[in-house]
């Protein structure tokens, strides 16, 4: 308690220089949450992403294949196609895309106004996502009930009778698996049956990443609670491919091999690894993240050094006091408790200032961020770096205040010398 | 109580030494009221830190109750003075945001002392200043001050007082007055060790030891 009542008269008897060090404390935080913010949104898109993709993002690309003869290159796009997908160098070689159906005033009704994302309705449509079988390992698919994808049963059914099985999202849990609803068209019908749910915070990888990743967007992942996922494995021509290399291939392997399988079948592909597109889209956020990088390299040692600095002259201000309180009994440790606490209560202050900063970024800033982790980087990441590096400013001054006080006898304190 | 042998104290300075002590013996005993005397710069303050363990000697041996103090480091020294020493100095070193309760009571608070109230009061009342127990420092008067720091000394309850010309910044009434003030305490069984370049003060001391150019003058 004494030692906590001496700080406080201390911060008291030199008030100005306290609240000059506090304010220049709170900048430092905002500063580095800031700072910090950035690096997780820049960072976020590849790593929702790679955690998503079952292979990772750096073994992940698209194939887009040239439809210039239509129909010629369907047949042959489909044969590529096909030999590709058998190939070892790659895990999964599928389309995927959206499509707006309706079979179910159930599952709409469930949905009701909770369509959000690319699962939005249309009326009385859905939209679905439909994913290749073969595509199907391209993420990590975790269910909460039902058949795993790989234990899907198709049979090439053609004319009236078409089946498909869909994965639904979390929200419709209370859906039976096995559950059939069927389509109908004209002269056709499709029977669509209840595989799985899946498991509640389940993501997917969105269709947009294979067309672009734009500098602006910090998440290419879809939250799929009301989310309706289609499985089949009919063959459909699409120019978008999704490739994930094998386990023990890269990308460019087995790119390669669907080159060679393309040039086999006169199909010409084009492709880009998922990697590439984030280079090229992030580039300008790159730049800007190394320019934030390098002033704040120059700003943190500067208010480091300014803020020791600061101690070392409030210090100086204060040896006569010290030197009279050493003459009353009292010691280096008893006084570096005193500082120490001081500038405990310095960096509290400087949270307290900083933190409505932050929170009010958070709100602001933070409040459409797509993963709640996102949202709380603010608090949950910047903030306790901003206190362990507050720590070692306290660490920092209170040591040069030691040093200093080791330094003098209590006589050179007190400025007396005879 | 206290034994100095052959104590030297240097002060180097950009190449200079200065040789504030040049090998000073002295004995004092205990329960003496001793007054230092000197010319300015003859090393009287010097000794007197030394004495107080505020300050270290570059040579030679200091014996307080036969302990080696001179041997003694910087963590040892606080304890010592904590333990034996109260000073009062010339310019009265009260720590002007602190009230005069709160400068006497301050010794006591870093030694733990229970039942601090009264005695900072029994302090303040022998000084002659419990009155202004709530001014602070800036509030009162030279005298008044001088008395404040007498009564933190007094509370601080050490075995041995030193005081720094504690009438040297007084008027010569009010600086008779203190004297009278220290004759208190040293009539209630503490040492005291006074240095003074008044001879006035001097002359109301029981020992007197003259210093000059560092070295004690017989």
Same mark, same amino acid.
């Given at each position: 308690?004494?030692?906590? *009542? ?115 309705? $249309? ?10 079988? *073969? ?16 234990? !899907? ?49 389940? *993501? ?31 063959? /459909? ?67 480091? !050094? ?8 409030? %210090? ?29 209560? %310095? ?18 800033? %933070? ?52 | ?11 180097? $300075? ?40 505020? &300050? ?11 302990? !080696?103090?001179?041997? /003694? $480091? ?9 333990? $034996? ?20 009571? %301050? ?23 419990? &009155? ?19 009564? *933190? ?7 041995? !007082? ?57």
């Amino acid at each position: 308690m004494l030692h906590l *009542r001496l700080a406080i008269d201390n911060i008291f008897s030199q008030f100005k220089r306290f609240l000059i060090s506090v304010i220049i404390i709170a900048v430092s935080i905002i500063t580095l949450v800031c700072t910090v913010l950035a690096y997780e949104l820049q960072g976020y898109a590849y790593d929702s992403c790679d955690e998503l993709l079952a292979q990772g993002f750096e073994k992940t690309g698209v194939l887009y294949v040239d439809d210039e003869t239509e129909h010629e290159i369907e047949d042959a796009g489909t044969c590529f196609w096909e030999d590709a997908s058998t190939r070892k160098e790659i895990a999964s070689l599928g389309c995927m895309s959206t499509y707006l159906f309706r079979f179910s005033d159930e599952l709409l009704n469930i949905q009701g106004e909770n369509d959000e994302g690319i699962f939005i309705t $249309n009326g009385d449509e859905f939209t679905v996502m439909t994913i290749d079988a *073969r595509s199907l390992n391209l993420c990590n698919m975790e269910l909460s009930k039902g058949i795993e994808p790989e234990e !899907l049963e198709f049979s090439r059914e053609s004319g009236e009778n078409i089946h498909r099985y869909i994965y639904l999202g979390s929200a419709y849990e209370s859906i039976p698996i096995g559950t059939e609803y069927i389509m109908e068209g004209a002269g056709y019908s499709f029977v669509y049956t209840v595989a799985g749910i899946l498991e509640e915070g389940q *993501r997917w990888v969105s269709p947009n990443l294979s067309i672009e990743m734009n500098s602006t967007s910090i998440d290419y992942t879809i939250d799929c609670t009301y989310g309706i996922f289609c499985v089949d494995n009919l063959q /459909y021509f699409t120019n978008e491919l999704w490739i994930s290399a094998s386990d023990e291939y890269s990308i460019d392997e087995a790119v390669e091999v669907c080159l060679e399988v393309a040039d086999k079948y006169g199909v010409t592909v084009r492709y880009t690894t998922l990697t590439e597109l984030y280079e090229t889209s992030c580039m300008e956020n790159v730049q800007i993240l190394s320019y934030l990088a390098e002033v704040f390299v120059i700003i943190v040692p500067a208010v480091l !050094l300014m803020l020791i600095a600061m101690q070392i002259v409030s %210090m100086l201000f204060e040896l006569n006091t010290y030197g009279i309180m050493c003459s009353m009994g009292f010691g280096t440790k008893d006084i570096s408790i005193m500082i120490m606490i001081k500038n405990i209560i %310095m960096a509290l202050m400087g949270l307290v200032i900083a933190a409505p900063v932050i929170v009010w970024i958070e709100k602001s800033f %933070m409040k459409e961020a797509p993963a709640p982790i996102l949202a709380e980087v603010p608090c949950l990441v910047a903030l306790p770096i901003a206190v362990v590096i507050l720590l070692v400013v306290i660490f920092l001054t209170t040591i040069v205040s030691i040093i200093m006080l080791k330094r003098y006898t209590p006589v050179e304190l007190m400025g007396k010398r005879n | 109580m206290i034994r100095l042998e052959d104590i030297k104290k240097d002060y180097v $300075n950009n190449k200079n030494c200065t040789h504030a002590l040049r090998g000073v013996d002295l004995h004092i005993r205990e329960g003496s009221f001793t007054g230092i005397i000197g010319t300015s710069g003859s090393g009287k303050s010097t000794l007197l830190n030394i004495i107080g363990g505020m &300050d270290t000697p570059t040579e030679g041996k200091y014996y307080f109750y036969d302990e !080696l103090i001179s041997d /003694y $480091n910087s963590e040892k020294l606080q304890k010592f003075r904590k333990k $034996n020493i109260s000073f009062v100095f010339q310019n009265f070193a009260l720590m002007n945001r602190y009230s005069v309760y709160e400068n006497v009571e %301050m010794p006591l608070l870093i030694r733990k002392v229970k039942n601090k109230k009264k005695i900072v009061m029994d302090c303040l009342e022998q000084m002659g200043i419990a &009155d202004m127990a709530k001014k602070y420092p800036t509030q009162l008067s030279g005298g008044q001050q001088q008395r404040c720091a007498i009564a *933190r000394a007094l509370a601080a309850d050490t075995p041995l !007082l030193l005081a720094d010309e504690p009438t040297g910044a007084l008027d010569q009434k009010t600086g008779a007055d203190i004297i009278d003030c220290f004759k208190a305490v040293h009539k209630s069984g503490k040492t005291v060790i006074l240095i003074t370049h008044d001879m006035n003060v001097a002359a109301r001391c029981e020992e007197i030891i003259k210093i000059e150019d560092g070295l004690i003058q017989l």
